[in-house]
């Protein structure tokens, strides 16, 4: 009787453990889920991420205005340079030849617009001459009238022959030739000084549009002459140095490259199911490989791409073809980074980001409405090659003037 009694009393044990077990996995399914749900609303949804993220920035190709060969390399991948700083230098000598002639030629063209305003006077006195002649001329002429009058009045008293009278008035006729070209010469004169004064009037030496365009020629080869020296624009760092100590180059020929590494941004990758509830201003939490989660980047969302990056690719999907598969999209979403957190842990272009977008905030704009104020960049380092163009056209012109 005990061992049949015991058999049924195990068994109801063994029952209510596993019921037990059951309802102890059933809560603690039911908290996760709980928690899960819990989570979902009140901490995830208001979030978007992605590890589709890279590191973008500015590749500032450097590239010669003018061709020659090259001299000096001022710089090296991986090298820090300074605005301004020299990076490679190409033989000068045909520039500074080039740059003689244009200052010659700039002297010359002064001296002989100088003789320009010079013959102002020299016509003047010109004119004075002419009409001095014409007063002789018409004064020979009075003389000749008054002794063909007078040896007519004697033709019919015979003290005078016709021979004599035809001599007469061949000197009258004469005399009359000789106003008409006086006065002739005085118009041509008068003619030749206003064509003077409408290539001096209302300028002077400096300012004549021959003396101008002799300066601008300097000024051109004087900044060609500048050009033998490729400096950089900006602040950065080189890569892909790609000249050679000796190289024959051309103006436009790539050199290196220039990465201004305080002006990154990272583009962030986000499905086109993702992008309802992202607007422009909404902050970010970036995390890169290179650092780990140990280094956390705070950034806002700047802007949002107009298309998926397949639409710009160089083979764009066909998406009318028979063999079209549809695969969720992405767009590109710019995240500008702070710039203290960037200086402090500094990142290079085309690293590895995993970003997450706070999207509780829903007032900001979806695209940008306005334009960009200002210059997106700007450098100033070229400047000073106009300065000193200017001095040295100044200077051959008052060497030339005195």
Do not use: C
């Not at 102890?24 to 819990?38: E, K, M, Q, R």
């Not at 090298?79 to 002297?107: H, I, P, R």
């Not at 019919?156 to 070209?181: Q, R």
């Not at 905030?361 to 163009?389: C, I, N, S, Y």
């Amino acid at each position: 009787m005990n061992a049949t009694t015991q058999i049924p009393s195990s068994l109801a044990s063994s029952a209510s453990k596993r019921k037990q077990i059951l309802i102890t996995l059933a809560i603690i399914f039911a908290v996760i889920g709980s928690v899960w749900i819990a989570y979902e609303w009140l901490v995830s949804r208001h979030y978007e991420s992605t590890d589709n993220a890279y590191v973008q920035g500015n590749v500032i190709q450097i590239t010669p205005q003018v061709g020659g060969m090259v001299m000096a390399i001022g710089a090296d991948e991986t090298d820090f340079v300074k605005a301004g700083q020299t990076l490679v230098s190409f033989d000068t000598l045909d520039s500074k030849v080039a740059l003689e002639q244009a200052e010659a030629n700039l002297a010359q063209t002064v001296r002989q617009v100088r003789t320009l305003y010079a013959n102002n006077g020299t016509l003047d006195a010109q004119i004075g001459a002419r009409n001095a002649d014409v007063t002789r001329a018409q004064s020979e002429l009075a003389r000749a009238n008054e002794d063909l009058a007078r040896r007519s009045g004697l033709l019919a008293t015979g003290a005078v022959s016709k021979e004599e009278l035809g001599h007469a008035a061949s000197s009258v006729d004469n005399a009359k030739s000789a106003v008409l070209a006086a006065q002739a010469a005085v118009v041509a004169a008068r003619e030749q000084l206003v064509s003077n004064h409408a290539m001096t009037d209302g300028t002077s030496v400096e300012q004549h549009p021959s003396v101008q365009a002799a300066a601008a020629k300097v000024r051109e080869a004087f900044i060609a002459a500048k050009r033998g020296s490729v400096i950089a624009p900006l602040d950065g760092y080189i890569a892909k140095r790609m000249v050679q100590m000796g190289q024959r180059v051309a103006a436009g020929t790539p050199l290196m490259t220039l990465v201004p590494l305080n002006q990154v941004w990272v583009d962030a990758n986000f499905k086109e199911v993702q992008l309802r509830n992202i607007r422009l201003g909404q902050s970010v939490k970036l995390v890169a490989d290179f650092y780990g989660k140990k280094v956390e980047y705070t950034g806002v969302v700047s802007g949002m791409g107009v298309g998926t990056g397949a639409a710009f690719a160089l083979l764009p999907a066909q998406n009318a073809t028979g063999n079209w598969i549809k695969v969720v999209q992405r767009v590109p979403v710019r995240i500008a980074l702070d710039a203290k957190e960037l200086a402090a842990n500094p990142l290079r272009v085309g690293l590895s980001m995993d970003a997450e977008v706070d999207i509780s905030k829903q007032g900001g704009k979806t695209l940008a409405e306005l334009p960009r104020v200002g210059a997106l960049m700007q450098t100033q380092v070229f400047d000073g090659m106009d300065k000193g163009a200017s001095d040295e056209v100044h200077r051959v012109i008052a060497a030339n003037l005195r």
